[in-house]
């Protein structure tokens, strides 16, 4: 059965500091996105992840893929309150856009 | 550019009742469309993709069924709700390349 996983599940941390956000999935797939959810809201497309050894970046979030290990990463640098979100992966376990499967989602919080 | 509509917003309906959850696309054509559901607080559940009029997969068995009557709508139905039916409903719809995912605003829906 296909996992998605993502850690940590809840995440609190402090204006200015530094932080990163694990995808793990469990099958072969060379698509990863990540999507920004706000409270009561849509999810956001982020960045969309198509090769091994992807690397995207906006702003203060940066986003890479290692197929090989199964394993995307969103890293965060010096945060702000506006980075309050929850951030989503999704694997297209069918590579042709008609299985993603989502992960649980990580809950940001980033305190003044 | 492409824009994508939901509606209802929100919807109060008893157990029992029937459900129909309209999406249309605009700016774009033959789109692949998906409706997920989210549980409060918990990630994005695929319903049903669809990546033609009249061509629907279902990923769960469920109470809910779909349907594709034009290139740019995609219905949610239910014949009788469910407790178990609230969640967050979300349309989406994809190119055939980059497969990348752009969501509706939802539709929240609660069983009473």
């Known amino acids: 059965e296909l996992k998605v996983e993502q850690n940590p599940l809840f995440l609190s941390m402090q204006e200015g500091k530094n932080y990163t956000i694990y995808c793990n999935y469990s099958?072969?797939?060379?698509?990863l996105y990540w999507y920004r959810q706000d409270p009561g809201k849509s999810l956001e497309s982020l960045f969309v992840?198509?090769?091994?050894?992807a690397v995207k970046q906006e702003g203060r979030l940066m986003a890479s893929l290692d197929t090989k290990a199964r394993l995307s990463t969103l890293h965060i640098t010096a945060a702000v309150h506006d980075l309050s979100a929850t951030y989503f992966c999704?694997?297209?376990?069918?590579?042709?856009?008609?299985?993603?499967?989502f992960g649980p989602g990580t809950r940001l919080s980033v305190l003044p | 550019s492409q824009t994508i509509h939901q509606w209802p917003a929100t919807l109060v309906q008893p157990v029992g009742s029937p459900l129909s959850l309209e999406c249309t696309v605009e700016?774009?054509?033959?789109?692949?469309l998906y409706w997920y559901r989210q549980a409060a607080g918990r990630g994005l559940q695929l319903l049903f993709y669809?990546?033609?009029?009249?061509?629907i997969s279902s990923e769960v068995p469920q109470n809910l069924s779909a349907s594709r009557p034009q290139d740019r709508q995609f219905i949610l139905s239910s014949k009788k709700l469910l407790l178990s039916d609230s969640g967050f409903y979300l349309c989406?719809?994809?190119?055939?390349?980059?497969?990348?995912?752009?969501f509706g605003p939802g539709t929240r829906l609660t069983v009473t």
């Open positions: 669809s990546v033609g009029i009249g061509q």
């Open positions: 999704a694997v297209d376990i069918a590579n042709y856009g008609q299985n993603f499967v």
């Open positions: 700016g774009t054509s033959n789109p692949n």
């Open positions: 099958t072969t797939s060379d698509r």
């Open positions: 992840l198509l090769s091994n050894g």
């Open positions: 989406a719809w994809s190119d055939g390349t980059v497969y990348e995912q752009y």
